[in-house]
């Protein structure tokens, strides 16, 4: 049997496949987000991706994809995989959800994403419950996308000389990153149809800074830090169950940045001792093998 499992987060794809259990290929390409993207270029984006892997056909499959929550958001995908492998048994799902598959491949637990995005996400009686997950203009609280937009408007700050943090390395390390000359030419990076992922991607240089002891970098990480305890204590803290199964953290913030992970981790085992942390190391996309050979 041959399945896929697809990790479409919002700024990078990850999809691994498997053969009788042991994994052939495993390829990365760019979004498959919706939202993030016009609808034809994520479906091209996905289209390059299986051209990548280059297996002609699969038995099942299963998507996690962010902003993926509406019937109609699935059948995009769901009518795309019918088209391109007809045979294929495919599973469309929120990329939240599919972070609280477990090594049993049962769902269960809770799960913090921060990436591009964030969000807060659990089940219980099999019900899913979901905090945060509103996208970049009201949301993603504790994301890349927040840091580095925080780190733009201190920018503008800096560089109109009303900032408390005029010597901050930000202003210079990002304005090399984004490969301007000013704070107002980031609005043409905003004209982008990517210009999410592009935003986000300089987080790693706040983490940078912050370790370097950058007063702002260390700023704008705490309060990323304190956004995203905000979400996964109102979900634990409501919902005693959740406080004695299987939590996991999951995304580019909380896997790379020492200093939100950190924060966040240490709060956790001080107010929640019982909680389980998932250290299965399996990716996102092995989540979504999982759940496409459970539905077969």
């Known amino acids: 049997m041959i399945v896929f499992g697809i990790d479409g987060g919002g700024t990078k794809t990850h999809l691994k496949v498997e053969k009788d259990n042991k994994i052939i290929k495993e390829v990365f390409g760019e979004s498959i987000n919706i939202h993030s993207n016009t609808i034809d270029k994520a479906l091209d984006n996905l289209n390059k991706l299986f051209e990548k892997a280059n297996i002609e056909h699969f038995d099942a499959g299963c998507m996690g994809i962010a902003g993926v929550r509406t019937s109609d958001e699935k059948n995009i995908f769901k009518d795309f995989i019918k088209n391109k492998f007809p045979k294929t048994n495919i599973r469309i799902e929120n990329d ?142 409501k919902n005693k169950i959740l406080q004695n199964q299987e939590i996991s953290l999951r995304g580019g913030v909380l896997l790379n940045d020492v200093i939100v992970r950190t924060k966040v981790i240490n709060f956790l085992k001080a107010n929640y001792p019982n909680l389980i942390f998932d250290n299965s190391n399996m990716s996102a996309a092995d989540c979504a093998l999982l759940l496409a050979k459970k539905s077969k």
């Open 96 to 237: 939240a959800l599919i972070t609280l598959v477990r090594e049993d491949s049962c769902i269960r637990g809770s799960s913090i994403i921060s990436g591009t995005g964030s969000i807060a996400v659990a089940i219980i009686d099999n019900k899913v419950i979901t905090l945060g997950g509103y996208g970049h203009i009201i949301g993603d609280e504790g994301s890349a996308y927040a840091i580095c937009l925080d780190s733009i408007k201190e920018m503008v700050k800096i560089e109109e000389k009303r900032s408390k943090y005029n010597d901050s390395l930000i202003y210079k390390n990002l304005l090399d990153f984004y490969k301007i000359k000013s704070t107002r030419d980031i609005l043409s990076i905003l004209k982008e149809s990517s210009y999410k992922s592009k935003i986000a991607k300089a987080a790693p240089i706040i983490t940078k800074l912050a370790i370097e002891n950058d007063t702002l970098a260390i700023s704008i990480l705490d309060k990323a830090s304190n956004d995203i305890i905000s979400l996964i204590d109102s979900l634990l803290s």
